[in-house]
């Protein structure tokens, strides 16, 4: 009878120590998700990721560098369309030059920021003889789509955007320049197998990986506790959302793979994607012709408005030898 007792009383406490685990995994599961939802939901959705609406908590400012806005509304340009790889409709604008030029410059914006961002950059290209395209990145400006790409997946987007070039200009010869995220599409790009009509790229204040992004962002800008966990939270989700790792979307990684040739700027003064990301990219491929150019006292995003005559003369020599 006691013996009965005993084993019916270990039972409840079994299976009061089962209820209990089966509770705590099941709200730590939960938790884990929600708290990627949120973080997913805040980075790379596009229906609130490009939007102004960060949350209080976040000490985020998004730069708004010098912009050239009246010779962009005033300049004859072109509203031109894409298919993505993934069945989006993209958008960019396209500045024809009066001229046969065959020398081509496509702009690549950053993270929140849309085609016309680039309009500096595209004042100073045209000028210089180019036709340029600015494209709207996916879910950014005019362009459809669901989720940030961080420049990876987008630089499927900019592959089909060289296609859309050289299969109107097959002796098209192409820079491609980006800043920020825009940068971070370049170098991943970069890393596939080009045609040969790139001729060279720029990339600007890019960082290295997604996920050191955001490891950096969460200690330096968001109060976030439990850091490793939150991340883990956040690349699961996005993972079961995108089908993509965040660990994936390695500019390193894509540039180890390049044959093309590269300028690297950065600001000295850059807190945001902090200046040893430049060391990272510039050190990921010793077989590449590159340049190093860091611009004094320029934050994230303000190299080209901090010193734009030096910017411009390193941007148009290195290119130069490349691109006749």
């Keep these: 009878m006691r013996s009965s007792y005993k084993k019916e009383k270990m039972r409840m406490v079994l299976v009061a120590a ?7 995994i099941f709200f730590i599961l939960s938790v884990y998700l929600t708290l990627g939802y949120y973080l997913f939901t805040f980075s790379l959705d596009a229906t609130f990721a490009t ?3 960060i949350p209080k908590n976040v000490n985020i400012e998004m730069p708004k560098p010098l912009q050239q806005k009246d010779w962009f509304d005033q300049i004859d340009k072109e509203d031109v369309y894409i298919t993505s790889f993934d069945g989006y409709r993209l958008h960019a604008y396209e500045f024809k030059q009066n001229t046969n030029s065959d020398k081509w410059a496509v702009c690549v914006h950053g993270y929140r920021d849309k085609a016309e961002g680039m309009s500096l950059y595209a004042y100073n290209y045209y000028n210089q003889g180019f036709n340029v395209l600015l494209p709207d990145l996916k879910g950014h400006g005019k362009s459809e789509g669901k989720y940030v790409g961080m420049g990876y997946t987008d630089r499927k987007d900019l592959l089909c955007w060289i296609e859309k070039i050289i299969n109107k200009f097959p002796t098209s010869q192409i820079v491609l320049h980006g800043v920020s995220m825009g940068a ?3 170098m991943m790009t970069c890393g596939e197998d080009l045609p040969s009509n790139v001729k060279v790229a720029v990339e600007d204040c890019g960082y290295s990986s997604v996920y050191d992004q955001y490891a950096y962002v969460a200690d330096n800008f968001i109060n976030i506790p439990l850091r490793g966990f939150a991340l883990g939270a956040l690349n699961t989700y996005a993972q079961l959302k995108t089908g993509v790792n965040l660990k994936q979307m390695d500019a390193t990684a894509q540039l180890q793979k390049s044959k093309v040739p590269m300028l690297f700027i950065h600001g000295d003064k850059d807190t ?6 430049l060391t990272k990219v510039y050190d990921a491929n010793s077989q590449i ?6 611009v004094a006292g320029a934050t994230h995003a303000y190299s080209a408005s901090q010193d734009p005559e030096n910017y411009f003369n390193k941007v148009f020599e290195f290119i130069g030898r490349f691109i006749t």
């Design 272 to 277: 945001f994607v902090p200046l040893e990301m």
């Design 51 to 53: 939007t102004s609406n």
């Design 289 to 294: 012709e590159k340049e190093k150019f860091i």
């Design 184 to 186: 971070a599409t370049v």
């Design 18 to 24: 089962f209820s209990m685990l089966t509770f705590l």
